[in-house]
């Protein structure tokens, strides 16, 4: 991992502890931050860093959530317009402690941004709600660019990595309903590697994300956060990361990132992803 540094890093770092905000980027330790808060770019944690839930891949701490802040939209909206970002991932802890699940707070943060950075491309990853159709509208109706919802894992292995209250059948279901409400919404959902999948299992779950309509695909390699956590059952080459990635090309994903360091957010508003989502209203 490199060491965080460079004169936008400490301007994201600066923002984010002036304004009272969390990013996934710190929470989760990801092995990009450096390059991705050096370039001014960092994935936004709303309703605070206490998750309802309790993955064993996921460092962000589980217990009883504190209570929304109402002014956090507007905060994020802010801080947002100050780093003058072009693309911007919008995350959450799960709030199963909520009737909604955080979906009207989402929707709000949503529209806040796209009210002081009208050009800006949003993209909300979303938790499942327990597939509550009702609080899926609520994020799809703010016309957000892109809904991520993360598939995380193969069928198998579901139980033994994601919290209980999670499913395989429920991810695919979540992002299905995307879909069926407004399909020019892009979908987006990511995969992690290295956990004891199959290749024919991972190619399985790429099928199934196909099926229900999913438009980008991420993959990166599992990296155990402390020892609490699972284990790394395999590192897979860079070989191999780019042989799923010419797969699931020719499956019909419009965009594939693969690799050990990819992540769900990592590099989210390149150029290309910039052109295929601009490119609808050309």
């Known amino acids: 991992m490199k060491t965080p540094s460079g004169e936008n890093y400490v301007q994201v770092k600066q923002t984010l502890r002036v304004l009272n905000l969390h990013t996934v980027c710190e929470e989760a330790r990801c092995?990009?931050?450096?390059?991705c808060w050096g370039t001014g770019t960092a994935t936004i944690m709303i309703m605070g860093d206490i998750c309802t839930?309790?993955?064993?891949?996921?460092?962000?701490?589980?217990?009883?959530p504190v209570l929304l802040d109402t002014e956090e939209p507007e905060r994020v909206a802010k801080a947002i317009k100050e780093w003058g970002l072009k693309y911007v991932?919008?995350?959450?802890?799960?709030?199963?402690?909520?009737?909604?699940?955080?979906?009207?707070h989402i929707a709000k943060t949503i529209k806040a941004v796209k009210m002081l950075s009208p050009e800006i491309i949003v993209e909300p990853l979303i938790p499942?709600?327990?597939?509550?159709?009702?609080?899926?509208?609520?994020?799809?109706?703010?016309?957000?660019?892109?809904?991520?919802h993360n598939i995380e894992t193969v069928m198998r292995l579901t139980p033994k990595v994601r919290d209980a209250r999670a499913s395989y059948e429920q991810s695919l279901l979540v992002l299905k309903k995307i879909k069926s409400i407004d399909s020019r919404i892009y979908t987006k959902?990511?995969?992690?590697?290295?956990l004891g999948e199959t290749e024919a299992e991972v190619?399985?779950?790429?099928?199934?994300?196909?099926?229900?309509?999913?438009?980008i695909l991420t993959m990166g390699q599992y990296l155990q956060p402390t020892l609490k956590h699972l284990p790394v059952v395999e590192y897979l080459t860079p070989q191999k990361f780019n042989s799923y990635k010419e797969y699931m090309e020719k499956m019909g994903f419009i965009y594939v990132a693969s690799g050990p360091l990819i992540r769900s957010?990592?590099?989210?508003?390149?150029?290309f992803l910039e052109k295929v989502?601009?490119?609808?209203?050309?």
């Not at 092995?31 to 390059?35: G, L, V």
């Not at 991932?89 to 009207?104: F, K, N, P």
């Not at 959902?189 to 290295?194: E, Q, T, Y």
């Open 277 to 282: 989502i601009n490119g609808k209203s050309t």
């Open 31 to 35: 092995p990009n931050i450096a390059e």
């Open 53 to 64: 839930r309790g993955c064993r891949f996921c460092t962000v701490i589980s217990g009883k």
């Open 128 to 148: 499942d709600f327990r597939d509550n159709e009702d609080s899926i509208k609520k994020i799809v109706k703010t016309q957000p660019e892109v809904i991520s």
């Open 89 to 104: 991932v919008i995350t959450s802890v799960c709030r199963d402690d909520l009737e909604d699940g955080g979906a009207e």
């Open 189 to 194: 959902s990511s995969i992690m590697l290295g």
């Open 265 to 271: 957010s990592y590099r989210a508003g390149e150029f």
């Open 203 to 215: 190619i399985q779950t790429a099928k199934d994300l196909r099926t229900v309509g999913v438009d």
